[in-house]
């Protein structure tokens, strides 16, 4: 039974986690080119010009890409519900770093990037437009928080220069 703010009493169990997410693109080649060709993601399976299953480290997939209602289609619209963005969580601050290098080698503007005191993002589109958040989480010893204990989170702007400086050559 859900409580006042939505949610249920009772927690999930603490190894639950997101998968996957699966997105609708109007090209798959395209949309491959960002994630495999920029990012650095590897296709596991292919079903020819309709969807892809990509991955990080040989996971059967971390993200599916399809074009089964949208070949052709265009994002929507500012003002409409759906997806925000697509969080990649990446092990460590110089992998971070190299996904920014990626980024900036391909010509592709940041939406942002920010410090959040318990992880350090950066905010893009992929060609679809969907909005995708490149980030790598501190320490939970690290994080900041309240006198009651509580997460103190915020947002400030992240120092680009001192994140490449991690990034492994």
């Known amino acids: ?3 006042v703010r ?3 009493t009772t927690p999930v169990e603490a190894g639950t986690r997101v998968g996957h997410v699966h997105l609708k693109v109007a090209d798959l080649d395209r949309a ?3 994630y495999c060709g920029v990012l650095g993601f590897q296709v596991m399976q292919r079903y020819g010009d309709q969807a892809a299953f990509i991955s990080a480290g040989g996971y059967h997939h971390h993200i599916g890409l399809n074009t089964w209602e949208s070949r052709g ?3 929507p619209p500012p003002g409409a519900t759906g997806l925000f963005h697509t969080a990649i969580l990446y092990p460590s ?3 971070l770093a190299d996904a920014l290098h990626r980024v900036t080698q391909a010509g592709i503007p940041l939406d942002g ?3 959040h005191g318990v992880s350090e993002a950066l905010y893009l589109r992929d060609p679809d437009e969907n909005g995708v958040e490149l980030y790598c989480d501190r320490p939970a010893a690290m994080w ?3 006198a009651d204990g509580s997460l103190a989170m915020f947002t400030r702007k992240l120092d680009l220069d001192d994140l490449m400086r991690q990034r492994q050559a």
Do not use: I, V, Y
Request: proline share 14%.
């Open 32 to 34: 491959l080119g960002f």
């Open 1 to 3: 039974m859900p409580d």
């Open 144 to 146: 900041p928080r309240n």
């Open 6 to 8: 939505g949610c249920a």
């Open 113 to 115: 990037a920010s410090d």
């Open 93 to 95: 601050r110089a992998a």
């Open 73 to 75: 289609g265009k994002p």
